[in-house]
């Protein structure tokens, strides 16, 4: 993710922490990326440097004025103010993100050869809940047919391979190093 997703993140979540509602804030936030990520007018209209940025904020303020938190209609403003309006998506990923982190919710990503089962998954998913006491965990399944068999686990930076070919490397890198 790049810097300004995170900085501007922040700034968001530090907001809707102080007024207690990242619920909130999060859906409020989810429904203007989804405009923006579904409405190719839309974007286009925000992105174009033809636009004058008075309509723009404008535009933005009869559309979601009453709709959504009204710091959310601000931080738009600013977006618009910075030339970063581009960068929302990433921003909201990025909130989102970080709201997991303040309500203990554990963001996985399980690679497989084969898709898994929802009891597979849910397997997976409480034992890194109790490993990392997490209140809950989300879970996505990614396929990557060059694993062989078994799976790796990724949580942020950190891959956990229990994967066969992870085995085969490791085993290669054992017997070249002596």
Do not use: C, H, W
């Not at 618009?80 to 996985?108: H, Q, T, W, Y």
Request: hydrophobic share 40%; glycine share 4%.
């Amino acid at each position: 993710m790049p810097l300004v997703d995170r900085r501007y993140a922040e700034a968001l979540i530090d907001i809707s922490v102080q007024n207690k509602e990242i619920d909130a804030y999060q859906q409020d936030f989810q429904y203007i990326v989804d405009v923006f990520n579904k409405q190719e007018d839309f974007k286009f209209f925000l992105l174009s440097p033809e636009i004058n940025a008075d309509i723009k904020k404008d535009t933005l303020k009869k559309l979601f004025d009453g709709s959504i938190k009204p710091e959310l209609l601000k931080f738009l403003m600013l977006l618009l103010d910075k030339g970063r309006i581009k960068f929302l998506p990433g921003m909201f990923d990025e909130f989102v993100n970080m709201a997991d982190k303040k309500r203990n919710i554990l963001s996985i990503t399980i690679v497989s050869t084969s898709p898994l089962s929802a009891t597979q998954i849910s397997a997976i998913k409480e034992k890194y809940r109790k490993v990392y006491n997490a209140s809950s965990v989300k879970a996505a399944n990614e396929i990557d047919l060059d694993l062989i068999g078994g799976i790796k686990v990724k949580i942020g930076d950190e891959v956990i391979d229990g994967s066969i070919k992870g085995r085969f490397e490791d085993l290669r890198n054992l017997l070249l190093n002596k």
